[in-house]
């Protein structure tokens, strides 16, 4: 019995890889049990271990906590990732909730059925490239600093890094346009708790493989 | 003008209510520019003053703030309903979140297909009374106080009523076998400010009856 959080969740991305993320940049060390069958699930859920039957759901500080953003806003208080007032936390937040806007459109890539396949990549490269990538471009020209908010790493850095990356995995020149988030992203990549994140073993979780959505269709389904 | 916040959004609940809500209890008095047309959107989105080209929008405080979430957990810190330190603001974050995707359900149904609104409503039914409205009762029994959190009025009693009167509107007895979310329900509207808000007159919108979303879909083009 550690102190270190303990993840629950399948073996992929979905909501909780933007947890992952924060944790590792925190420098915190975690602990995962995967649901891997419906079975799981239904355990967590009889042990009432899960608030509103769902996951993600992370044992931290004695608590179960479930719901995404809940989590990854106490995880980002916790560790100094949310600004040093109300108007920072403000910026953040904006920014954060628009990358959920645009991680939302790539979890739900993976499940479309096949005839809606073609449109919603379309949706999703176009979201990334016309509305999204620029308004954070912007902000990084405006004030001219290594980090999106309060001139200091916060989650906001991490969450668009971490969106950034999987935008690249389905089109890997979507920078191409935007020279100053290529640099920050080579940047906050730098980061040596981050850095350790990218390598080859770490928790982070591969992008799913289409012969894996039905299995996890099954569990949640 | 003055130093009030002004809302940016259609005439409707959609998005923005939970705002309306959270500014109403917390006695705080707002404008609103409601966006009638498509060219209204079009107009707003060119004078850039949306970071994501959407609405919700809100002035305040020198920002044009967006994003529903960004803007409600503003409100909530600024007037002291997001409860006292970072333990209580993760059970807060954890019940609001419960009740926004309740609400979200609820939301789109007006915009649902005919011939899927009876199932979605069943739905929402059931997820209402066996997944969401179930965890506000025990946690009001298991502490036995008047609010969710704390033991003083936050952003998450406010919601919950939202999503309680929602329900209603769905299914009139849907309290029936909850009786601390009654007692609740009774309790937070008889507020002051949020008596005031479920009045007539209020700034508070009707539920999206069919010519609305004809309207909404036309200015958002979906």
């Known amino acids: 019995m550690s102190g270190k959080p303990k993840l629950h969740y399948f073996n992929g991305r979905g909501r909780m890889e933007p947890i992952r993320w924060l944790l590792a940049a925190a420098g915190v060390e975690f602990e995962e049990s995967f649901v891997e069958k419906k079975d799981d699930l239904t355990k967590l859920q009889k042990d009432g271990s899960l608030l509103f039957q769902q996951v993600p759901m992370v044992e931290i500080d004695g608590m179960k906590m479930v719901q995404t953003r809940a989590i990854a806003n106490y995880i980002a208080t916790k560790y100094n990732l949310y600004g040093k007032d109300l108007k920072e936390r403000a910026l953040i937040d904006m920014y954060v909730e628009g990358i959920f806007d645009l991680n939302e459109l790539f979890m739900n890539y993976e499940i479309q059925p096949a005839d809606k396949k073609e449109q919603h990549f379309a949706n999703m490269m176009d979201k990334a490239t016309n509305r999204y990538f620029p308004a954070f471009e912007k902000v990084l020209k405006d004030h001219g600093q290594d980090f999106l908010v309060g001139n200091q790493l916060s989650r906001a850095d991490v969450q668009l890094l971490e969106i950034i990356l999987m935008a690249e995995e389905c089109k890997p020149d979507i920078l191409a346009k935007f020279p100053l988030l290529q640099s920050f992203k080579a940047r906050i990549s730098n980061i040596p708790t981050i850095k350790k994140y990218l390598q080859p073993g770490s928790q982070r979780k591969p992008p799913i493989q289409p012969e894996e959505v039905p299995k996890v269709i099954a569990i949640f389904h | 003008m003055a130093g009030k916040p002004k809302l940016h959004y259609t005439k409707g609940r959609g998005k923005m209510e939970s705002i309306r809500w959270l500014l109403a209890a917390a006695g705080v008095e707002f404008e609103e520019q409601f966006i009638e047309t498509k060219e209204d959107l079009e107009k707003l989105r060119n004078d850039g003053v949306l970071l994501f080209q959407q609405v919700p929008m809100v002035e305040i405080d020198g920002m044009r703030m967006v994003q529903t979430r960004a803007i409600l957990s503003y409100i909530a810190a600024k007037y002291n309903l997001y409860g006292k330190d970072l333990k209580e603001r993760a059970w807060i974050d954890m019940y609001v979140e419960g009740t926004t995707d309740l609400m979200g359900m609820i939301m789109y149904l007006p915009f649902q297909p005919a011939d899927t609104k009876e199932?979605?409503?069943?739905?929402?039914?059931?997820?209402?009374?066996?997944?969401?409205?179930?965890?506000?009762?025990?946690?009001?029994?298991?502490?036995?106080?008047?609010?969710?959190?704390?033991?003083?009025?936050?952003?998450?009693?406010?919601?919950?009523?939202?999503?309680?009167?929602?329900?209603?509107?769905?299914?009139?007895d849907i309290l029936s076998a909850f009786p601390l979310l009654q007692a609740f329900k009774g309790r937070i509207s008889n507020i002051p400010t949020i008596k005031k808000f479920l009045q007539p007159g209020s700034q508070r919108k009707p539920p999206t009856d069919e010519k609305f979303v004809a309207v909404v879909r036309k200015i958002f083009n979906i």
């Open chain 2, 119 to 172: 199932k979605n409503l069943a739905l929402i039914i059931e997820r209402a009374t066996t997944r969401y409205l179930p965890v506000y009762e025990k946690a009001l029994k298991d502490h036995g106080q008047d609010y969710l959190v704390g033991n003083k009025l936050s952003w998450a009693d406010i919601h919950l009523l939202e999503a309680i009167l929602m329900s209603e509107e769905c299914k009139p």
